[in-house]
Structures are given as structure tokens and as C-alpha cells.
């Protein structure tokens, strides 16, 4: 069944989600879009706007890719799939957590983890960017949300939201 | 274990929910006047080992310092009582735009306020990008760990599943020195 490898697919890629909720975003371009062509890159944009509009962590656009794919149930069960890794690693580790923390293995793979990620996350800027950058405004309101975001405090969801306001006005 | 209520547990966890958008930063702020000021259920101590196992373990880091905070607490159920809050508001809140996405994504003026949106996505994918990098592109050893596996995604497209296992397999090698 088509939602089983749904739910399987959410569930390992947030497995491996390592070093920040963002490291999901090139994991599922890869298998929800590029593999099994679940959204096209376009809707896949729309679902991290919609995840980071809502309070909360971004993940639960997982919520909203399920729902748009399977329906109702496929949005509970991405829910599920998405916090299960999390729940059964983490009350593993919290009995140990002491080893966890000051343990060699964990730290030194992190040490390559974390960067590898930013040159991941960079990988699928660009990609995003040639689907959603087509024309001189697209590219003054991407380099304007960067900026805000980047050299401000702001809130991402303001900027969000202001960015549909000029896209109602410009686009 | 304190004497704290899966009820109390639930609820404090869906006011953190509901009202901490955006970053993960803010939420951090949120998760500490709520817990550690408010309702002492941790101390400053512990509230920072639970920021360092979340970020440490798969997933949303701030979903699984949650998880860590509530089983400490209460044990499994606990764990399960701060998912639910947290996850709840924004399940709620992405059932109703994902039914409204679905009627009316196709009209003219949603099209143009998505694009606009679009268009945010990519800035603010790149400002993590930006923001993470100032944090841990510190060394030419990082740095290369970066460009490598920019270049094996973007030019060679291979798996980012297995990018990050081998990069964390090559992280154990290149920065073992020193160590046990």
C-alpha cells in the first residue's frame, strides 16, 4: 500500500534528521519529491511555508504533506512516523544520557554531521531557488527574506506572511 | 520523579505550542521562563542538558528536549503528554490550510501570494544555511566537510541519507585524535 511506504519513508527520513529540524528538508526533497513523486518541488515549497507559518516545530509540515497526499489519516499518521524516531531514541538515551552526552562517538560524528548538513540544507537552497526564483521581484523578495531573517531578529512567519502580502501585490 | 500532573505536563507543553513561533530560539526562551522560572519543574542545569540531548538525538531537537524534559518527569507517559502538546496547535492549524490549500490553491490571487512565499522559502532556507554556518564553519576541516558534501549532493546527487551517515562515520575518523 502506497500510504504504508508513505508512513515508512517519514519515519527513516526523521531517523536520520541530525542536527536540526531543517536537516529534514533536503531528506524528504529527495524521496518525497525527486523519488517517489509524492509533491512536485512547487508544493513541496508550499508545505515548508505552511510548516514554518505554524507555531511549533517546523517538522509537523510532514502534517500537511500527508494530508495533501493521503488525506486525513495520511496527516495523523505522518504525525506519527515523524515523533516516533524521536520518542523511542530519546527515552533510550535519557536513561544514559550522561555516557550519551560525554561519549566520543556522539561528538566526534557530530563534528562532521553539523557542517555536512549546512552543505546539504545550501544544495537544496539552490534547487528551491531555480523553481521558485523566475523574475526580478521573486529574487528582490528571496534576498530581502534572507537579509530580515539573517541580519534581524525577525521572525520567520512575519516574513512569511509579509512576503504573500507582496507576492497578492506584485506577482 | 516530582510530583507533577500528566495534565499539567500537557498543558504547559500546548501553551509552549500555541504561542512559540518561528525559531527554534525563541521557543528555547519560551520552553525556560515556563519550566524552569515559572513552574520550577527543572533547574537551570537540567534545562540545558535537556536543550544538549535534543539537539543530540534525530529529529526536531526541540520536540525531543520535550521528550526528554517529560519523561524525566513522568516517565513515558510523560514523554508522550509533551509531544501532544506541542504538536496539537500546529496539527490543528495545518489541517485547516492544508484543506483550504487543496480548494484554493489554483486561483490567481492564492497563486501569487504563494509565490511570494515561495520566493521567502528560499531566503530563509538560506539564512539557516548563513546562520548555522557563522556557528560551525569555524575550521578548514569543517568548512571542507561542508563543501563536500555541497558538492555530492548538488553535482553528484547521491543520497543525503547516506551523506550524513558517511559524513558522521568521517567525523568519527577525522576528529578521533585526542579521544579515548
Keep these: 500500500m502506497e500510504i504504508l511506504k508513505f508512513l515508512w519513508t517519514i519515519f527513516y527520513i526523521n531517523l536520520f534528521t541530525i542536527g536540526g529540524g531543517y536537516v529534514m528538508i533536503p531528506l524528504l526533497q529527495r524521496e518525497i519529491v525527486d523519488h517517489y513523486h509524492w509533491l512536485t518541488n512547487k508544493e513541496f515549497i508550499d508545505s515548508i511555508a505552511i510548516g514554518q507559518l505554524t507555531p511549533g516545530p517546523l517538522t509537523i509540515m510532514n502534517a500537511f504533506i500527508g494530508y495533501k497526499v493521503f488525506g486525513f489519516w495520511g496527516s495523523i499518521g505522518a504525525v506519527v512516523s515523524t515523533y516516533l524516531p524521536s520518542i523511542i531514541i530519546v527515552t533510550i538515551v535519557s536513561h544514559y544520557y550522561v555516557q550519551f552526552r560525554s561519549s566520543w562517538i556522539v561528538n566526534s560524528s557530530f563534528q562532521g554531521i553539523r557542517p555536512a548538513v549546512i552543505g546539504l540544507l545550501a544544495a537544496v537552497a539552490i534547487t528551491l531557488g531555480k523553481e521558485s526564483l523566475i523574475d526580478i521581484p521573486t ?26 502580502v507582496l507576492g497578492a501585490l506584485l506577482l | 520523579m516530582k510530583d507533577v500532573s500528566l495534565k499539567d505536563i500537557f498543558l504547559i507543553f500546548l501553551k509552549i505550542g500555541a504561542f512559540a513561533f518561528g525559531g527554534v530560539y525563541s521557543m528555547l526562551a519560551f520552553f525556560e521562563k515556563e519550566l524552569v522560572h515559572k513552574k520550577k519543574w527543572l533547574g537551570h542545569e537540567e534545562f540545558a542538558e535537556s536543550i544538549v540531548i535534543g539537539q543530540l538525538t534525530p529529529g526536531a531537537p526541540i520536540v525531543n528536549t520535550g521528550i526528554f524534559i517529560g519523561y524525566t518527569l513522568k516517565r513515558f507517559k510523560g514523554a508522550l503528554a509533551t509531544i501532544a502538546g506541542q504538536v496539537l496547535p500546529s496539527f490543528l492549524l495545518v489541517l485547516i490550510i492544508a484543506s483550504l490549500y487543496i480548494k484554493y490553491k489554483d486561483i490567481p490571487l492564492i497563486r501569487s501570494v504563494l509565490k511570494g512565499i515561495g520566493s521567502a522559502v528560499v531566503g530563509l532556507v538560506a539564512s539557516v544555511v548563513y546562520s548555522m554556518g557563522k556557528k560551525f564553519l569555524t575550521s578548514y576541516k569543517s568548512i571542507s566537510f561542508a563543501v563536500i558534501a555541497f558538492l555530492c549532493l548538488a553535482i553528484f546527487k547521491l543520497n543525503p541519507i547516506a551523506l550524513i551517515i558517511i559524513s558522521g562515520i568521517a567525523g568519527l575518523i577525522v576528529y578521533r585524535r585526542g579521544k579515548i
Design chain 1, 139 to 164: 529574487v528582490l523578495i528571496a534576498v530581502g527574506s534572507f537579509s530580515v531573517i539573517a541580519f534581524t531578529k525577525t521572525d520567520p512567519t512575519f516574513v512569511i506572511l509579509g512576503a504573500g
